[in-house]
């Protein structure tokens, strides 16, 4: 069965700050793999995903990740944080063509301004 | 192109009763998810629809959760009668099934269930 796991369950940074947040997961085959971000007060909504392609993707607001297929890696990065990313980060994957999402536990990512 | 939409945003009920949480889709989104997230814990699927039919429903915890979708428009999850253990946040989520390459999910705000 797919899971995945969050390395970190809270990060405290300061504004400027380099971020790393890691994201491992259990699949053998081809997977499909997203980061979800919930802003205090607001719905999940995506952050960047994965599908093919070149494995370093860039999404909203600054934000990469980076599949790293031989690791079963997707770590999210940003080299400088503000205190507006403030938020619940969650690192989720589905079998290709699987419609069924499994999510991390989440980390919590305060900064600090 | 209005969101995903739950209702209640938070109910609190005692141990014993019964709770219908409801989810309206991005119009035109055949599929249609539930999630749980227990405090602290990740969010964990629940079911799948697909217009209707329920494509998947093993991450349903036991009997006492049930989960329609009929006319394949809003669904509705009913908790009868609630444990304390079911106390977290539910999220619902849809996607289309040809226009969202690889099935990108769009969440609703979830519904806050405590009981007492």
């Known amino acids: 069965a797919q899971s995945v796991s969050q390395h970190n369950h809270h990060v405290i940074l300061s504004e400027a700050a380099s971020l790393e947040l890691g994201c491992n997961y259990s699949?053998?085959?081809?997977?499909?793999l997203f980061w979800y971000v919930q802003y205090p007060g607001q719905h999940l909504q995506l952050l960047l995903k994965?599908?093919?392609?070149?494995?370093l993707v860039k999404g909203i607001k600054g934000f990469e990740a980076e599949f790293i297929k031989s690791k079963f890696s997707f770590n999210l990065r940003k080299p400088s944080v503000q205190w507006s990313d403030t938020a619940e980060y969650f690192c989720?994957?589905?079998?290709?063509?699987?419609?069924?999402?499994?999510f991390g536990a989440g980390t919590r990512l305060t900064v600090k301004p | 192109e209005a969101g995903v939409t739950q209702f209640p945003s938070h109910s609190v009920i005692e141990k014993g009763q019964t709770v219908t949480l409801r989810c309206d889709p991005i119009s035109g989104h055949d599929n249609l998810y539930w999630y749980r997230r227990v405090m602290g814990k990740e969010i964990k699927f629940l079911l799948h629809f697909v217009k209707e039919s329920k494509q998947d429903e093993s991450g349903m915890p036991n009997n006492r959760f049930l989960a329609e979708r009929t006319g394949g428009t809003y669904s509705t999850l009913k908790v009868q009668p609630a444990e304390l253990e079911d106390s977290g946040v539910y999220f619902c989520?849809?996607?289309?099934?040809?226009?969202?390459?690889?099935?990108?999910?769009?969440f609703g705000p979830g519904t806050r269930l405590t009981v007492l």
């Open positions: 994965y599908f093919s392609g070149d494995p």
């Open positions: 989520a849809s996607s289309h099934v040809l226009r969202s390459a690889n099935n990108e999910q769009f």
């Open positions: 989720a994957v589905n079998a290709y063509n699987n419609n069924d999402m499994r």
């Open positions: 699949y053998g085959g081809t997977v499909n």
